[in-house]
């Protein structure tokens, strides 16, 4: 530990045992000699206590303690207080800057200042009159391939879905690491045809980044979008939206109801003895009908309740899919199956048999979603 640090850690042990009042003087001393600005006694005891904290929270995140000064000038900078640097030089002080706003693993912006510049961002939308677009992204199975590859292969996972942010995005975007397998895009000026165009090619860039790892187990990218003002316009209740959106994408239950703009038009009543109405499953974009050949990929289905049967996938659509079987005549009119696509995460549907075709390489079983 340098004299400096040293200094610090001995001043907040005895800043623990001054009572407040002759605590909050003398803070206001030592931030008007270290900053060079005026602040009362309570502000001072404030952004001290805010120092505190930010330490603690950089010192869980990067799994490392992390000095005092590092969160002064966090704090100071955010606030922006730090005019005239007296504890470091220009070097040190930008160094220090860029380590309490990053991702240590990612090198991405950390979850401190995904929520200080959303606010900023937000502010700015609103004044001018901007859409802003939040995409919020995570890596399904993520925890499988840390358990079956470790978290060495793990990091090398994150670090690759990192970069392909960042070669995503466009110089006014933002990329930041909020959590562990989490991630979040902010977008100025991005409508919501923008994002999803973008997301899109965030998960092709991915599945492209590790594919060379050659991993058993490849995570997929999900991801929810929120676009201000269309879907709200508070920062809480964009990422509520987009976090919705991320599940179901995923096909996982929501915790709350979706946020509404506008009332729910009303549904024309359904006969009891109507043909079941097609779908797609969760996580499964509209192609607007077109087929999506998976001929050469792993995509896969495991057939039926018990799972004892596979057949593979050849093609997708918005209404249905395609299977190779080797025994067409084994699966009943309805049956269910887990669906296995590069790219999303594996997804369970109800399917409907509605032809069977002789074809060179096996029988060409098509199904469609059932709801």
């Known amino acids: 530990m340098n004299a400096e640090d040293a200094f610090l850690e001995l001043l907040v042990d005895t ?44 010192s869980e995140s990067q799994g490392k303690p992390v000095s005092l000064k590092t969160a ?43 929520d200080e510049q959303f606010t900023r961002e937000l502010n700015r939308a609103q004044r001018h009159a901007h859409p802003l677009a939040l995409i919020l992204l995570d890596l399904h199975r ?6 079956r590859h470790g978290h060495v292969q793990g990091d090398r996972v994150l670090e690759a879905a990192a970069r392909t942010l960042w070669r995503s995005i466009r110089a006014s975007d933002y990329a930041f690491r909020i959590g562990g397998d989490e991630f979040a895009l ?20 991915y599945e492209a980044a590790v594919l060379p790892m050659k991993l058993e187990l490849l995570p997929a990218m999900d991801y929810g979008v929120a676009v201000y003002p269309q879907d709200g316009e508070t920062k809480d209740v964009l990422i509520r939206v987009a976090d919705e959106r991320l599940y179901q994408m995923k096909g996982l239950p929501r915790q709350k109801p ?32 077109e087929r999506v050949p998976l001929t050469g990929t792993r995509a896969y ?29 084994q699966a009943p009119h309805l049956f269910q199956a887990v669906l296995h696509v590069p790219i999303l995460p594996p997804v369970k549907v109800q399917l409907r048999k509605a032809y069977v075709r002789a074809e060179a390489n096996g029988p060409r079983v098509g199904c469609a979603f059932v709801s």
């Open 258 to 289: 979706a946020v509404r703009r506008e009332a729910p038009a009303e549904r024309p009543a359904v006969s009891p003895r109507a043909e079941p109405t097609t779908r797609p499953p969760a996580g499964i974009e509209r192609r607007r009908w």
């Open 186 to 205: 902010l977008l100025p000026q991005a409508d919501a045809d923008d994002a999803h165009k973008l997301a899109q090619r965030v998960r092709a860039n």
């Open 142 to 147: 993520f925890k499988e391939v840390n358990d």
């Open 301 to 329: 289905a495991v057939l039926g309740e018990e799972g004892g049967r596979t057949a593979r996938v050849l093609d997708l659509s918005y209404g249905g899919v395609a299977l190779q079987m080797e025994n067409p005549e």
């Open 15 to 58: 800043l623990e045992g001054l009572d407040r009042p002759a605590r909050a003087q003398f803070l206001q001393r030592f931030f008007r000699s270290v900053a060079h600005v005026e602040l009362t006694e309570e502000l001072a005891l404030h952004y001290w206590e805010q120092v505190l904290e930010r330490r603690k929270e950089l």
């Open 72 to 114: 002064l000038v966090s704090v100071m900078a955010a606030a922006d207080l730090l005019r005239l640097p007296v504890l470091m030089e220009y070097a040190e002080l930008k160094q220090l800057r860029i380590n309490a706003a990053t991702d240590a693993l990612t090198g991405l912006y950390n979850r401190r200042l995904f």
